[in-house]
């Protein structure tokens, strides 16, 4: 899936890819965005996230990987924020955001001069996005789930 794309044409691509197993929960969209990115994509419950946020994705050179707080009220929510990073291609927060977040301020200098990053600022439109991608596919996800199964089978059938 490529970056560029519009938050309901994205929502409709993860189900469009989706088996009609898949297309009933949030985790079998996972698996089915995970087979087409051809990337594992896990989903871990993290204790140690700092206080403020619920949930962030990792990329790394061979997989996905997406932390939720443990102490995060709407983990789904979460993880299909993460997720609508992931489908609309959306590139991370700027690797000196995320080091100045965690290491202390007096190290702030030093982590700037050894990253030497210069990174776009569209974090704001990219989280908006997310969010607009979680509802939607939430949303689905719910109308599916309330239609009788038979129903909900020829409905994924329909999509992929």
Known sequence: MQGGIGVGAAV?????IAT???SRTLDGLLQAVSRDRGRPLAVIES??????VFGHWIRFADRDEVS???WAQTKDRTVAHELGHIVLGHQGRPVLEVAQSILPADMHDLAALVLRRECTDEAAAEELAAEQ???LLLNRLQSIGRREPRLRSRWGEALG
């Open 47 to 52: 204790p140690n996230l700092p206080a403020g």
């Open 133 to 135: 991608f979680a509802s």
């Open 20 to 22: 009609a197993a898949e």
């Open 12 to 16: 409709d691509r993860v189900f469009a």
């Open 68 to 70: 939720y707080a443990s």
